[in-house]
DNA sequence: GGTTAAATTGGAAACGTTTCCACTTTTGCG
DNA sequence: CGCAAAAGTGGAAACGTTTCCAATTTAACC
């Protein structure tokens, strides 16, 4: 046992610069360089150098360079959920993005929880990672972004409205949610709908904010009766049960159309038209709001509202690297289009 | 713009060990002391210090620490898509366990890539992670964990059948694919169903090999003609169109019931049935493998098999953790049922 | 009170890099 | 060939911690 603890010790003594400068011949600080730069070494001491790393296998400690260069290499990505299918393909975008350039992502879900954020805020500071992207639950946890900025690191924001002081904004990516909405209604509208209900989280993050001004704006510019748009707010989707649909499809004056959130939102809808026995597009419209496997594959397949998860990722990432990188200013933000997917879930409402 | 440099500059120093022994009018070890062990420091120099790191605001630099201590308090996640729910799910869990100890989790995922896999664990082991968490692509590219492991760091394997040397298995969660997927045909079998496809990704993977192997014994157990157990394989569920599903279904002999993996498969499966009129359950009887909410909220809802996510990312943390702290050895393995939960998507064949 | 043991403390040596500085060596050029 | 500039090199000082060690103070005991 202490046999097998002492051989895996022996593994694990790893080999050192200065191990990899004796081998060679030359000072660690000429290591240093042929390994790095390659500027101002000599033929010589470089091929040396090489060999006597690769005969080594020395392979350099990341963690201590760090120290010294005052860059880790890493970044932080803060989401509130990452089994979300919504956060989860921006997640992978974004980490296929910065690996290719040589960062590592370190990944922190908060489930919403301000506390939990600012717990995380604390742990990327103290890790002194060299920038973040985040997606905060709500938008007015602004402190602990500014201090995390405090710190030095760039910070970029996805799809949410962070305060900030004067006119320096936060770098963020956004997606279009209000003219996507916008889009989606006036779609609605144009078939005949008079009574649309729009469900989704509520209002504390940019994204709902978005959609319902969209949602409004198309009412307005329609000239029709604006009591006819119906806002459902659910605290989370995660919150949002069957019942609630049920309820809302219940009503005597019940919507004709709905527009719904996500996965969980949209199943609950979903369920409860089915249990009130309502055919789709018949009896009811549906417009999905992210096009999930669930809206593409549904029976009927569901019109859905759609973008780029994948872009944003990149984007984020991007925008990321831009500010590590300190090269001339750029773009801080980026908008990225909604659009409306056609499928078969939308009919004119049956009059009656 | 220098001002505001300078501004930035002076914002980033931060406050180091020294500063708070000269504020608190000790020696730096004591500082260290006093804020980690709390061991053999007096009362007074105790509360100096505390008033000192807190009236400084005094945050450690973990990337300083973790190069004396020789461990860096994060460990690797690796997965070949986290956008995949299966894996976001299992990577949730597993990150939330490993915060509450205090970890930080990189997440890397490698598209199923050999190359990307090896280039990880390197990464990896030149960040010095504590530890890591993985699910390659395949089960053959031991070569890149058994580097790894020989750094030293624990390797927890994801559901997968990593082949080892001697007697000394890796720790791993594994999940019972083959009673689940037995339990399934034998439900299947028992209504009356005797040709049955099962849809999943190939045999490179311990889940497909599994659920192969239970198809098969449920078969052979029931004493029906093996010849209707058609196994479908697939590279990966990317490949998977509806095409194969078509084809599939089209056979003069087909199949009454399908066994069908994950979101892509089941999905193209679906709209397949869909596409050539074939009502389920009436002519075709559909089961899920992995409890999505694609299945959920089909309608009809669909059967499937499904074990909890949570608990293999949960349990993997919790036996990184235990090899973390190198404390007497625990079990190395975790084995996690599947349940069959049923709904509405299977019934008797029709007669013909 | 004296002696020994225990507790506390300061100073310095790691940890593995990069980078600065002074010093040689080479190169370029008239 | 001589001389200045450029290029290459070794040694040592950081980076911010923890931990070892020796020295001091305090506690404990007879």
Redesign the interface.
Known sequence: MSNMLTR?AE??S?MTIRDVAREAGVSVGSVSRALNGGKNVSARVARDVAAAAEKLGY??????R??RTRT???VGCLVS?????LY??I??AA??RL?DAGL??????T?NDPARERA?V??F????LDGMLVAPGSDENDRAWRELA???APVVILDRDVPHEEDTPWPAVLVDHREGARTATRYLIGLGHRRIALLTPGARMRPGRERIAGFKAAFAEADVDPAGALVCLQESSMDFAQGDALELLRRDQRPTAIIALG??IL?GA??AA?DLGLSIPADLSVIAVGD???A????PAITALRWSLEDVGRAAAELLLQRLRGTGEGPSRALLPVDLVLRESCAPPTAK
């Open positions: 895996v593994i694990v790893r392979q350099p400690d990341l963690q201590a760090s120290l880790t290499g890493m959920d990452v089994a979300n299918p989860a393909s997640v992978q980490e296929a690996r590592l992502m370190v990944v922190a879900n489930a995380v604390a742990a500071r103290s890790r002194r405090a710190g030095g996965t969980r199943a979903l369920r089915r999930t496997d669930l593409a594959v549904h029976s």
